[in-house]
């Protein structure tokens, strides 16, 4: 089962990402209907399936070999790395290159009442957040202690129903902080999209097809910059 002979790609099934991932592989010559229902898409002019699934189990598919390419936000690849390397399972995997959608930041955020200095300011709170791996990492390094509060949603809520004192989360604009009454204090992660490959051995074919892509995918970045 896991041995296809044809090249596995995962992408977000609905998100922030998947319009754009399935843009830039279309752009690519990658000829492909999508069926809602569906989680495989194969491609009718190449030997690629593209299997549509949550960003979050995206690193851990090309990790673990199942599938050989997977677009993904530079922010949940990182995050599962850590995740990874502490629970003792495969982590590694390559980037090939980062693409040119899916900008944000991970940041911190408190209440508009809150007096920030610095980042010792956060000494002793409980912060929500969905990246806890890439807090714990920030705040380790400024050698700040604080409470984790993991939510996998709503995390911008979490100060005003009294859940936390701050929250760790990705912007882009800021509009979502301005609505809950947060500001952005520090940028703890820039991310965008990037591609990533399996270091599971590939066929000679599958390897030149993932060449392909690759130099394709440069083409379609460089004629859009
Ligand atoms: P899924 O249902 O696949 O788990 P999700 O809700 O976790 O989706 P999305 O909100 O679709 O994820 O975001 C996917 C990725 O898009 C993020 O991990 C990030 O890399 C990128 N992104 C770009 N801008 C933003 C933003 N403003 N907020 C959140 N994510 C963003
Ligand atoms: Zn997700």
């Known amino acids: 089962m896991s041995q296809s002979k044809r090249l596995r790609i995962a992408i977000q099934k609905s998100g922030r990402l998947s319009k754009e991932s399935q843009q830039l592989l279309k752009s690519c010559g990658v000829k492909f209907n999508v069926n809602e229902q569906r989680l495989i898409a194969h491609a009718d002019n190449m030997p690629i399936d593209l299997l549509r699934v949550r960003d ?11 599938v050989d390419l997977g677009i ?3 922010n949940v690849l990182e995050e599962e790395q850590i995740e990874r390397q502490l629970a003792g399972k495969p982590a590694e995997c390559t980037k090939l290159r980062e693409l040119d959608f899916g900008s944000c930041r991970l940041s911190l955020a408190v209440p508009n009442e809150f007096e920030y200095k610095d980042a010792n300011s956060l000494e002793g709170l409980r912060i ?8 714990r990492r920030f705040m380790q390094e400024k050698g700040i202690n604080y409470s984790d509060c993991m939510l996998k949603g709503s995390v911008e809520v979490a100060p005003r129903a009294g859940l936390s004192d701050g929250i760790c989360d990705l912007v882009s604009t800021g509009a979502t902080l301005e609505a809950n009454g947060l500001y952005e204090t520090e940028v703890i992660y820039r991310s965008m999209a990037c591609i990533i490959q399996s270091n599971k051995t590939q066929s000679t074919e599958k390897q030149a097809l993932i060449n392909k892509i690759l130099s394709r995918i ?4 460089r004629a859009r910059e």
Do not use: K, Q, R
């Open 56 to 66: 979050d189990d995206i690193p851990g598919l090309v990790m673990d070999g199942v």
């Open 72 to 74: 993904i936000g530079e």
């Open 128 to 135: 929500a957040t969905s990246y806890p791996n890439l807090l």
């Open 218 to 221: 440069n083409g379609v970045i």
